[in-house]
C-alpha cells in the first residue's frame, strides 16, 4: 500500500506565504508525476501544479508567478512553496501521486487534505 502524509497547512493573512509537503511511503517500485490539487467549499477539485521525475511543472494560471512546486526523488517528497498568498487560494489542498506499484501496473494516490486559510 502507498501513503501520501501532507503538512503545512494553516491560517496565514493575504499576502503572506506557506510551504506545503508531501512526503510517498509504502511499497512501490517508483513515483511518476507529483502535484498539488485543491477544492474550495462548493467547488470541483482543480489542479494548482504537478512536476515530473525530470522537473518539468505546470502551473494552474493564477498559481503562476506566485507558488512554485519542488520534488525530492530520493525522499519521495513534493512540497509546493506558495507567497502572495490571496483570500480564493483558501480550500483543502490534496497531494497526488502517480504511482508504479508493480512492473506493469500504475495507480494514483491521494494524500488526506491540508487545509489552507488566507484571511486577515
Known amino acids: 500500500q502507498v501513503q501520501l502524509v501532507e503538512s503545512g497547512g494553516g491560517l496565514v493573512q493575504p499576502g503572506g506565504s506557506l510551504r506545503l509537503s508531501c512526503a510517498a511511503s509504502?511499497?512501490?517500485?517508483?513515483?511518476?508525476?507529483m502535484g498539488w490539487y485543491r477544492q474550495a467549499p462548493g467547488k470541483e477539485r482543480e489542479l494548482v501544479a504537478d512536476?515530473?521525475?525530470?522537473?518539468?511543472?505546470r502551473y494552474e494560471d493564477s498559481a503562476k508567478g506566485r507558488f512554485t512546486i519542488s520534488r525530492d526523488n530520493a525522499k519521495n517528497r513534493v512540497h509546493l512553496q506558495m507567497n502572495s498568498l490571496k483570500p480564493e487560494d483558501t480550500a483543502v489542498y490534496y497531494c497526488?501521486?502517480?504511482?508504479?506499484?508493480?512492473?506493469?501496473?500504475?495507480?494514483?494516490?491521494w494524500g488526506q487534505g491540508t487545509q489552507v486559510t488566507v484571511s486577515s
Open positions: 509504502g511499497n512501490f517500485f517508483s513515483i511518476n508525476t
Open positions: 497526488n501521486a502517480g504511482v508504479r506499484i508493480s512492473s506493469g501496473t500504475t495507480r494514483d494516490f
Open positions: 512536476i515530473t521525475t525530470s522537473g518539468s511543472t
